[in-house]
């Protein structure tokens, strides 16, 4: 008996008992709702209700980093005033050439630019994972990501009592395989908890009207208010301020090319 409203992953609900068999009766207001749209784009789904921070997990290989799929969780997570950050896994993987990436990531995602912090850590070295559990302590977070870039060993990691299955990779496509089927909240030690959630091949933020996306971009802020025009979305129009910190290079070129992406999805 869920009424009108189906419950989500981080709930708070009243529930009542009846013939030892308890049902939902009401769920209380949500906070802290990550979101994307629906596969079939005509509705949003609710990943998880009640959190306060989105862990965005990926690698830089085995599956190979995505700024888009990045970037567009990140615009997803803004949309909500939730704050992110990116969990770059997998780092004892890495070799020299890639050593070369991860300074490029780290200079996309630049904490000062975008004010989203970005924690290089390993679940097999131990690499960076105290500093994530201390940044997340006391805190429900939840976390999304591609199949295979680690979400589940990573909660593995804190509580190593779990009883979970960690998937592999295929050999041919270098894409994870969906271990976790559905989402989950597991808690860890001093009031905190992880929602692990399945992996994803896309973050899909059509939910988000077009003129909405700007404000998505924490960088852009300085900056909306400064362009010639007050309707001003930063495509091609002359006199804007968000085109100009770009190339001056306060604003990384890769991430304005995805918000020019976003936009011109919007239109076809």
């Not at 609900?13 to 049902?23: C, E, G, M, N, R």
């Not at 009401?26 to 009640?50: C, D, E, F, H, Y």
């Not at 970037?71 to 992110?84: I, M, V």
């Not at 309707?231 to 129009?237: N, P, R, V, Y």
Request: with cysteine; proline share 5%; glycine share 8%.
């Amino acid at each position: 008996m869920y009424h009108e409203t189906k419950p989500v992953t981080g709930d708070y609900a009243v529930a009542v008992t009846t013939s030892d068999i308890p049902l939902v009766e009401k769920i209380l207001p949500r906070t802290g709702v990550l979101q994307r749209t629906a596969s079939t784009g005509k509705s949003t789904q609710i990943i998880a209700a009640n959190v306060d921070m989105v862990l965005i997990v990926t690698s830089i290989k085995h599956p190979e980093f995505s700024d888009g799929f990045v970037c567009r969780a990140l615009a997803g997570a803004s949309w909500k005033d939730l704050a992110a950050v990116i969990v770059l896994n997998k780092m004892d993987l890495c070799d020299q050439q890639d050593e070369v990436l991860k300074s490029r990531i780290q200079a996309t995602y630049d904490r000062e630019v975008t004010g989203y912090p970005l924690f290089p850590i390993s679940c097999i070295t131990g690499r960076g994972t105290a500093e994530l559990l201390r940044h997340i302590s006391g805190m429900t977070v939840v976390m999304t990501g591609p199949s295979g870039a680690g979400k589940t060993s990573l909660v593995k990691y804190y509580n190593p009592s779990l009883d979970v299955r960690i998937g592999s990779l295929n050999p041919k496509t270098s894409k994870g395989k969906h271990t976790t089927v559905a989402a989950r909240l597991i808690p860890l030690e001093k009031n905190t908890a992880v929602i692990d959630t399945p992996g994803l091949r896309m973050f899909s933020i059509d939910h988000i009207p077009r003129n909405d996306i700007q404000f998505c971009f924490p960088e852009f802020r300085n900056y909306l208010g400064e362009c010639r025009f007050r309707d001003c979305l930063h495509l091609s129009e002359p006199g804007c301020a968000v085109k100009s910190a770009v190339e001056r290079g306060s604003i990384s070129k890769i991430r304005y090319g995805k918000y020019i992406n976003f936009m011109n999805e919007k239109n076809s």
